[in-house]
């Protein structure tokens, strides 16, 4: 509902002409607690965000509309005044260059309006790039800089947007009228949420044991030698070296494998070790090692890269398990390019077939593989079990583990949210084998029907919900958040999918996070 004129008047004005109305940092809270709990009204505001406004044909019939009017709508759009700065943003926050456009002159004056925008050709579902400008210019501004003052860049910035308004409404003199503010005073509370995001990451695939005395983790896990931190030469190794790594290993696309002669090298200084364990961070063994077998341009290369990575492995084997050294093998996300070393590890000291290492290193994290490196994976597979004299029998193990051999398996599991919360696509629900395997027992659908067993799964399908930018999982999430918490209190699994697993499975995945997390 929008305020009257009056409401207006508990602001004090900092500028008349455009006017500028001052909020202070308390208020500013209580109006952003307000908006952000206040649903936007789909039935308002869509399709006209979406950049329907009845010029282009194609997305008007895609609609079923002939006109769309600018809707009766107020909403809230902050702006960071410092164009670019990563100094101070408020949730939410937009710069400048987002919602004003280039420089015009309106009655002699060189002022900027509101951003123009177009959907293009064709018919486009969601539009997010011209959202943010469109939706502008239904709102009130609100303008701060990152020192919480009223300096002279914010003050023109608010001024800007103002006379933007103005310019926009000439037009259209039934649009309702919409305000300007500037936020003044200090800032007492900052949450560096970039900081905190990396954080996360960082401990979401930190170092954890997967085999005895064999680790995966981050490029962040591995101890910083002094050599990086000359202001402090006495750094602890109880601090920078927790878990007393002797060797670590790095996995990335262009590693040169270690071959026999650095390995002996390395088995040689590492037997110089007292108590296995190393004195300095500077007696830590580095490694490379190969992420992907995707890229060998002949036969033979591939052939090389394999034996010098099952002679890394029987490397590890003998430090982790007869000279008790740990190793960490890491990479820069911990989730990625580490899968191919870790797996082929898992078959070579445990004596697993690959869906067999799947499933250990399941237990233990989250990992990841790219689908071409399944087939460099199986032919590992054959190397290891011939290494080590093992009888191979490919029919009898792809019979016992018929998920694998699926042709909806792509190479991954679906992404684990949580213990019990599976997030991933139309694939991976329809492999049931896979999901039995995993534990999984609960199936939501969202618009996608994977035509599973309802007496092997408990399963909520969300029928007539495409992924269009027009239907709304509003009406739903209630009852999806409910199905989820059901899977979690009978000690069940839930796989929540759609067709790709990105927009539509992740909105409801997110919404239970938000309010059982």
Same mark, same amino acid.
């Given at each position: 509902?929008?305020?009257?004129?009056?409401?207006?008047?508990?602001?004090?004005?900092?500028?008349?002409?455009?006017?500028?109305?001052?909020?202070?940092?308390?208020?500013?809270?209580?109006?952003?607690?307000?908006?952000?709990?206040?649903?936007?009204?789909?039935?308002?505001?869509?399709?006209?965000?979406?950049?329907?406004?009845?010029?282009?044909?194609?997305?008007?019939?895609?609609?079923?509309?002939?006109?769309?009017?600018?809707?009766?709508?107020?909403?809230?759009?902050?702006?960071?005044?410092?164009?670019?700065?990563?100094?101070?943003?408020?949730?939410?926050?937009?710069?400048?260059?987002?919602?004003?456009?280039?420089?015009?002159?309106?009655?002699?004056?060189?002022?900027?309006?509101?951003?123009?925008?177009?959907?293009?050709?064709?018919?486009?579902?969601?539009?997010?790039?011209?959202?943010?400008?469109?939706?502008?210019?239904?709102?009130?501004?609100?303008?701060?800089?990152?020192?919480?003052?009223?300096?002279?860049?914010?003050?023109?910035?608010?001024?800007?947007?103002?006379?933007?308004?103005?310019?926009?409404?000439?037009?259209?003199?039934?649009?309702?009228?919409?305000?300007?503010?500037?936020?003044?005073?200090?800032?007492?509370?900052?949450?560096?949420?970039?900081?905190?995001?990396?954080?996360?990451?960082?401990?979401?695939?930190?170092?954890?044991?997967?085999?005895?005395?064999?680790?995966?983790?981050?490029?962040?896990?591995?101890?910083?030698?002094?050599?990086?931190?000359?202001?402090?030469?006495?750094?602890?190794?109880?601090?920078?070296?927790?878990?007393?790594?002797?060797?670590?290993?790095?996995?990335?696309?262009?590693?040169?494998?270690?071959?026999?002669?650095?390995?002996?090298?390395?088995?040689?200084?590492?037997?110089?070790?007292?108590?296995?364990?190393?004195?300095?961070?500077? $007696?830590? &063994?580095? =490694?490379?090692? !190969?992420?992907?077998? +995707?890229?060998?341009?002949?036969?033979?290369?591939? /052939?090389? *890269?394999?034996?010098?990575?099952?002679?890394?492995?029987?490397?590890?084997?003998?430090?982790?398990?007869?000279?008790?050294?740990?190793?960490?093998?890491?990479?820069?996300?911990?989730?990625?390019?580490?899968?191919?070393?870790?797996?082929?590890?898992?078959?070579?000291?445990?004596?697993?077939?690959?869906?067999?290492?799947?499933?250990?290193?399941?237990?233990?994290?989250?990992?990841?593989?790219?689908?071409? $490196?399944? &087939?460099? =994976?199986?032919? !590992?597979?054959?190397? +290891?079990?011939?290494?080590?004299?093992?009888?191979? /029998?490919? *029919?009898?193990?792809?019979?016992?583990?018929?998920?694998?051999?699926?042709?909806?398996?792509?190479?991954?599991?679906?992404?684990?949210?949580?213990?019990?919360?599976?997030?991933?696509?139309?694939?991976?629900?329809?492999?049931?084998?896979?999901?039995?395997?995993?534990?999984?027992?609960?199936?939501?659908?969202?618009?996608?029907?994977?035509?599973?067993?309802?007496?092997?799964?408990?399963?909520?399908?969300? $029928?007539?919900?495409?992924?269009?930018? !027009?239907?709304?999982?509003?009406?739903?999430?209630?009852?999806?958040?409910?199905?989820?918490?059901?899977?979690?209190?009978?000690?069940?699994?839930?796989?929540?999918?759609?067709?790709?697993?990105?927009?539509?499975?992740?909105?409801?995945?997110?919404?239970?996070?938000?309010?059982?997390?």
């Amino acid at each position: 509902r929008s305020p009257s004129p009056t409401s207006f008047d508990m602001f004090p004005l900092v500028c008349e002409n455009p006017p500028i109305r001052a909020l202070t940092a308390s208020q500013y809270y209580l109006i952003h607690e307000a908006y952000y709990s206040t649903p936007l009204p789909n039935n308002i505001l869509f399709p006209w965000l979406h950049g329907v406004d009845g010029t282009n044909l194609q997305q008007n019939k895609f609609f079923d509309i002939h006109e769309c009017s600018v809707p009766e709508h107020r909403g809230v759009t902050v702006v960071q005044a410092e164009e670019g700065t990563l100094k101070c943003q408020l949730v939410g926050s937009v710069y400048p260059s987002d919602i004003l456009g280039q420089n015009c002159t309106e009655d002699g004056q060189t002022v900027r309006g509101f951003l123009k925008v177009s959907d293009g050709e064709g018919i486009n579902l969601r539009n997010f790039k011209i959202q943010v400008a469109k939706y502008a210019t239904l709102s009130d501004i609100i303008v701060y800089g990152e020192d919480g003052g009223l300096s002279e860049n914010v003050l023109e910035i608010a001024k800007q947007a103002a006379w933007a308004q103005q310019i926009f409404r000439k037009d259209k003199p039934n649009l309702m009228e919409y305000e300007v503010f500037v936020i003044v005073g200090d800032y007492t509370q900052q949450d560096h949420f970039s900081g905190a995001e990396r954080e996360e990451m960082r401990l979401l695939t930190s170092a954890s044991e997967i085999s005895t005395n064999v680790w995966l983790g981050n490029t962040q896990d591995v101890p910083i030698s002094s050599d990086f931190d000359p202001a402090d030469s006495a750094i602890s190794l109880i601090d920078d070296n927790p878990h007393q790594f002797c060797v670590c290993i790095e996995s990335h696309d262009l590693a040169e494998m270690p071959d026999q002669t650095t390995l002996c090298l390395a088995t040689e200084q590492l037997a110089l070790l007292p108590n296995s364990r190393p004195s300095s961070i500077d $007696d830590i &063994i580095h =490694l490379d090692c !190969i992420s992907s077998g +995707v890229g060998c341009i002949t036969t033979e290369m591939f /052939d090389l *890269k394999i034996t010098k990575l099952l002679d890394l492995c029987e490397f590890i084997s003998n430090q982790a398990k007869n000279c008790d050294h740990k190793i960490l093998v890491h990479c820069a996300d911990g989730y990625t390019e580490t899968s191919l070393l870790a797996l082929t590890y898992l078959m070579f000291q445990e004596n697993l077939t690959l869906p067999q290492a799947y499933l250990k290193l399941q237990k233990t994290r989250s990992f990841f593989v790219y689908q071409n $490196d399944v &087939i460099t =994976l199986r032919k !590992i597979e054959k190397r +290891v079990f011939e290494k080590k004299g093992i009888e191979y /029998d490919e *029919k009898k193990n792809l019979e016992k583990y018929p998920w694998f051999d699926s042709p909806q398996f792509e190479g991954s599991f679906p992404s684990r949210v949580s213990p019990f919360l599976y997030l991933g696509n139309l694939n991976h629900a329809c492999n049931a084998n896979m999901l039995k395997a995993l534990g999984i027992t609960h199936v939501l659908s969202v618009g996608e029907d994977a035509k599973l067993d309802r007496n092997a799964f408990k399963i909520q399908f969300l $029928d007539n919900l495409f992924d269009d930018g !027009i239907d709304s999982l509003w009406n739903h999430l209630d009852s999806c958040v409910n199905f989820i918490e059901d899977a979690r209190t009978s000690n069940g699994a839930v796989l929540i999918h759609c067709r790709v697993g990105v927009s539509r499975s992740a909105t409801i995945t997110i919404a239970y996070i938000m309010r059982h997390l």
